[in-house]
């Protein structure tokens, strides 16, 4: 049963339709209640629509608790990441909360067997741009500590192009129509690497002669920017525990700017 956490995340939403369409057994989706209830009225009329006959099974856990007994070797798709920069750009608290603390609980509660894990990731990840790709470097870090302690668990990290990002000003229906593509590109990777096989890559989408844009993929080891002190120690630590709690958002701009000096 493939598990989606954020699942109703703009980036998220396009890889769901993919997942949807090979019409898996069962599907979990966890978010919080509310995005949970307006995925819910949006989803089950359009799998009606398109004769889908999965058993869409629904989690909404509290803030800052762990996910539900998830079971081993089945595809965890973890998008429960912020990519929206004009919100970042002054609400850094809530994008560690959501990007980097959420990421490290979710690695807490994995089963002690591992689970086939992929994370979703943006092109913004590469140069730590922003707040947004400064979190989601973290969020990739904390993953790739995680691959190289469990190395017989498959796990991907997908880093998503520009037309995944939210841009609700000015709908690009170019963009939309490559999103779709792009999905189910990155949802035949995942089909074609079992979960209970091994492998762990970093996989993105990179421009191609054509114009198009082609999957390409690399060691997970390799790919992944690790800063140069660990990002549990770096969340542990009172220089970003004190803001983080007071919702102290210029302080921790200031933080991330040290984690990635």
């Not at 799998?47 to 856990?61: A, K, M, S, V």
């Not at 079971?71 to 809530?94: D, K, Y």
């Not at 890559?201 to 002190?229: F, H, K, M, N, R």
């Amino acid at each position: 049963m493939p598990t989606i956490t954020g699942a109703s995340s703009f980036a998220a939403i396009p890889l769901l339709h993919a997942l949807l369409r090979r019409q898996p057994q069962r599907l979990l989706l966890c978010d919080q209640l509310d995005a949970i209830a307006d995925l819910q009225s949006q989803l089950l009329p359009w799998c009606e629509q398109q004769g889908i006959q999965t058993d869409l099974q629904w989690c909404c856990p509290e803030p800052q608790a762990a996910l539900p007994q998830l079971p081993a070797r089945q595809w965890l798709i973890h998008g429960n990441n912020v990519r929206a920069e004009e919100l970042l750009q002054t609400n850094s608290c809530t994008a560690v909360r959501r990007n980097i603390v959420a990421t490290q609980q979710l690695l807490a509660a994995l089963p002690a067997g591992g689970v086939a894990l992929v994370l979703l990731s943006s092109h913004l990840a590469a140069r730590r741009q922003g707040v947004a790709g400064s979190t989601l470097a973290a969020a990739e870090a904390l993953v790739a500590h995680w691959a190289a302690c469990h190395p017989h668990c498959p796990v991907q990290v997908w880093r998503l192009p520009p037309a995944f990002d939210p841009n609700p000003s000015a709908p690009d229906p170019a963009s939309a129509w490559l999103r779709e593509r792009l999905a189910e590109q990155f949802i035949d990777q995942l089909v074609s690497s079992p979960a209970d096989g091994e492998g762990q890559q970093l996989i993105a989408a990179d421009p191609a002669p054509s114009g198009d844009q082609l999957l390409s993929s690399q060691p997970l080891s390799d790919a992944v920017t690790l800063p140069a002190q660990p990002i549990d120690s770096w969340l542990a630590s009172a220089s970003v525990a004190e803001p983080l709690a007071r919702y102290d958002n210029q302080r921790m701009l200031e933080a991330l700017g040290e984690l990635w000096a």
